[in-house]
Nanobody
Framework: VRLVESGGALVQPGESLTLSCVAS????????MAWFRQSPGKGLEWLST????????FYANSVKGRFTISRDNANNTVHLQMNGLQSEDAAMYYC???????????????RGQGTQVTVSS
């Protein structure tokens, strides 16, 4: 399993950002995919999950209505569109293979290296 995130950046409060994650080494279209974030102040947080064909999506209450998860099975890619970013959204963001609807105790094993999102004026 190889997952490579990209798209992290320094943004100002209120701005938007889209993260991407390219997958390889497994049958992407047969796997649910998820996004997590981790920061020193808030710890680990599950954010969102999309099922295999994208027919179902799930969101943590903290990002529901602001973040949108999507996937492109033709290109083995999952995205996280983030709108209205605030300082509390600053974190390292990870994509992971698998299905979650709540925060686990540790980061999933099948995850990428992460991409940093910083929110500051």
């Amino acid at each position: 399993v190889r997952l490579v995130e990209s798209g992290g950046a320094l943004v100002q409060p209120g701005e938007s950002l889209t993260l991407s994650c390219v997958a390889s080494g497994f049958t992407f279209s047969a796997s649910s995919m998820a996004w997590f974030r981790q920061s020193p102040g808030k710890g680990l947080e599950w954010l969102s999950t999309v099922t295999q064909s994208g027919e179902s999506t799930f969101y943590a209450n903290s990002v529901k209505g602001r973040f949108t998860i999507s996937r492109d099975n033709a290109n083995n890619t999952v995205h996280l569109q983030m709108n209205g970013l605030q300082s509390e959204d600053a974190a390292m963001y990870y994509c992971a293979k698998g299905f979650w609807t709540q925060t686990p105790s540790v980061l999933p094993v099948d995850r990428g290296q992460g991409t940093q999102v910083t929110v500051s004026s």
